[in-house]
């Protein structure tokens, strides 16, 4: 089965730059689409990136996704880092093969 | 404003049932499919179930394949999760969550999603 991988967590200082990898297990992580969640403790996942570098609207410019095939991953970067960007992420697509939706195991952003 | 408020969770035994519930508002439910998600305690997500738009087509996860049934009633703009066969292992906030594309180009892209509903399995 299509898993994804993220590290379980990363930490940067404010006002720096981050990137949480997610890597697809088998197949082609471009053969469907990436989103990206933020999850802020106690409430629901948000979208911040979908179909791989698409920001929804209210979401800052300093949110960007790529897809990387040679190394089939996919990479959400934020910029300028604020202290409220301190969250978990979780990378998701779709295993087409078996209709499962897949979840990456989730990475908790520390900004300190 | 759309929204998704679950309900029905609860503490159970194991071996035990228990129906969740979602309620939406504020877009035309009976066009869109919709999907469970649940969070174990301190841990990731994981897609539980989806059902099209006119309960043509009904997926679930492995872990739960057998023992939970979705269901939604386009009427009443409800859609349901019926949990039996109840494990430890099926502790977890419940999210109930709607597909973000009327036809997806992204399959899996869920938004918005509730509040959840805890279901909590144990003796």
């Known amino acids: 089965n299509f898993m994804l991988t993220q590290p379980h967590s990363v930490s940067e200082s404010p006002g720096k730059t981050v990137t949480i990898s997610c890597t697809g297990s088998?197949?082609?992580?471009?053969?469907?689409?990436v989103q990206w969640y933020q999850q802020r403790p106690g409430s629901a996942p948000t979208t911040v990136i979908y179909e791989d570098n698409q920001r929804p609207s209210g979401v800052p410019d300093r949110f960007s996704g790529s897809i990387d095939s040679s190394s089939n991953s996919a990479s959400l970067t934020i910029s300028g880092l604020k202290t409220e960007d301190e969250a978990d992420y979780y990378c998701q697509s779709y295993d087409s093969s078996n209709h499962d939706v897949v979840f990456g195991g989730g990475t908790k952003l520390t900004v300190l | 404003e759309v929204q998704l408020v679950e309900s029905g969770g609860g503490l159970v035994k194991p071996g035990g049932s228990l129906r969740l519930s979602c309620a939406a508002s504020?877009?035309?439910?009976?066009?869109?499919?919709m999907n469970w998600v649940r969070q174990a305690p301190g841990k990731g997500l994981e897609w539980v179930s989806s059902?099209?738009?006119?309960?043509?087509?009904?997926y679930y996860a492995d872990s739960v394949k057998g023992r939970f049934t979705i269901s939604r009633d386009n009427a009443k703009n409800s859609l349901y999760l019926q949990m039996n066969s109840l494990r430890a292992e099926d502790t977890a906030v419940y999210y109930c969550a709607r597909d973000a594309q009327l036809v997806p180009a992204a399959p899996g892209w869920f938004d918005p999603w509730g509040q959840g509903t805890l279901v909590t399995v144990s003796s």
């Open positions: 059902i099209s738009s006119s309960s043509s087509y009904i």
């Open positions: 088998s197949g082609s992580i471009a053969s469907n689409y």
């Open positions: 504020g877009f035309t439910f009976s066009s869109y499919s």
